[in-house]
Nanobody, 115 residues
Framework: VQLVESGGGLVQPGGPLRLSCAAS????????GSWYRRDPGKELESVAQ????????TYADSVKGRFTISRDNTKNTMYLQMNSLRPEDTAVYYC?????????WGQGTRVTVSS
């Protein structure tokens, strides 16, 4: 059972980046999906959440209108499209899926927004 994030890296302010979260060893179909982030010295922040079917999404105020969470259950993958990135978006981003008491986390992918 594994979640693997990818797509992080260095991007200039105002630029886009797309994160992926690929699941293996289980199906994410029945799981609510989320993206979190943590900058060193700061608390873990919930960024976005998506329902199992993909039709219900919520966002932190800090990313609303700039980030889009989505999922493709046929590919067992969740995504986070990040646009208009700001230096304050710099963090390690983690994906998480949850179904009742069962929760799986990815290992994280670093996003750095800097000129």
């Amino acid at each position: 059972v594994q979640l693997v994030e990818s797509g992080g890296g260095l991007v200039q302010p105002g630029g886009p980046l797309r994160l992926s979260c690929a699941a293996s060893g289980f199906s994410i179909r029945d799981y609510v999906g989320s993206w979190y982030r943590r900058d060193p010295g700061k608390e873990l922040e919930s960024v976005a959440q998506i329902g199992w079917s993909g039709d219900a999404t919520t966002y932190a105020d800090s990313v609303k209108g700039r980030f889009t969470i989505s999922r493709d259950n046929t590919k067992n993958t969740m995504y986070l499209q990040m646009n208009s990135l700001r230096p304050e978006d710099t963090a390690v981003y983690y994906c998480m899926v949850k179904n009742g008491p069962t929760t799986y986390w990815g290992q994280g992918t670093r996003v750095t927004v800097s000129s």
